[in-house]
């Protein structure tokens, strides 16, 4: 069963930085495509970035691009997000996902990812 766990989150400054991790167990992830969501209570849970873990292609909204960086350590099975130049509207749930097969585009719609972690939270104050 795969599992992935989130870590890395908490209170912030706006302008500063968080290194988001996830790390996934119970599988063999050279296929899979890893992404990153957000959700904050009450909106539909939002596309972050996505990496392919074989090739190491990135994906990022646009709210994002050039602030936020994702990553890939094979060895550790591990994925990260890194976060510089964090603004309040960066507040929500983090979620890593995991997507079993990869495909030509990768997805933006949650639900056509297979595995989720439980989150962790990041609070950007001004």
């Known amino acids: 069963q795969v599992q992935l766990v989130e870590s890395g989150g908490g209170p912030v400054q706006a302008g500063g930085s968080l290194r988001l991790s996830c790390v996934a167990s119970?599988?063999?992830?050279?296929?899979?495509?890893m992404g990153w969501f957000r959700q904050d209570p009450g909106k539909e849970r939002e596309f972050v970035a996505a990496?392919?873990?074989?090739?190491?292609?990135?994906y990022y909204a646009d709210s994002v691009k050039g602030r936020f960086t994702i990553s890939r350590d094979n060895a550790k099975n591990t994925v990260y997000l890194q976060m510089n130049g964090l603004k309040p509207g960066d507040t929500a749930v983090y979620l890593c996902a995991a997507k079993g097969r990869s495909t030509v585009i990768v997805p933006r719609t949650p639900t056509l990812y297979d595995y989720w972690g439980q989150g962790t939270q990041v609070t950007v104050s001004s």
């Open positions: 119970g599988g063999s992830f050279s296929s899979y495509i």
């Open positions: 990496i392919r873990w074989t090739v190491g292609s990135t």
